[in-house]
């Protein structure tokens, strides 16, 4: 038996640095003992709600789940892809594509609203998307890398 891998076309690219990024894959994850699953109707909602501005503000990209360090890019887009997940494309800034070229941080780690986030107008919506965090933590493991290995 050998170990196969798949590696996602979809990883840092110099040349194209905006991605799409994998931030959600599709699938069943276990952590502290308690099962969570990224189905694909998730990810359309993420993307049906990032696309119609269900937050009602830019979504920053950010180091490590620090917003006071300000900002290394901004979600531009979020695509669902059937049965692989929640891609996200990235305007970046010059501290971003600076993290990026060293190569300071390896994953992604999403920031969400799963439930009950209450827009503007009063309507609740679930499955927003808030923030995008660069990190070397990743909830999602080696699924979520913005370099291929």
Known sequence: ????????????????????Y??????KFVRGGKE????????????RNFTTGVLGRDVVTNI???????AVGWIKSLIHKTGEGLFATIAWTEKG??????????YFSPEVVW?????KDGTKY???????????????????AMFSE
């Open 97 to 106: 594509l600076k993290l990026l070229a060293e190569q300071s941080f390896r």
């Open 1 to 20: 038996m050998s170990d196969t891998r798949l590696v996602d076309l979809f990883q840092y690219d110099p040349t194209n640095p905006a991605g799409p």
């Open 22 to 27: 994998c931030i959600f894959p599709v699938g």
């Open 64 to 70: 490590e789940h620090m917003p006071e360090q300000g």
């Open 126 to 144: 679930d499955h927003v998307m808030q923030g995008l965090a660069v990190t070397n933590y990743p909830y999602f493991g080696a699924q979520t």
């Open 115 to 119: 439930s009950g986030y209450e827009a």
């Open 36 to 47: 969570f699953t990224i189905t694909d109707e998730k990810c359309a909602e993420f993307a």
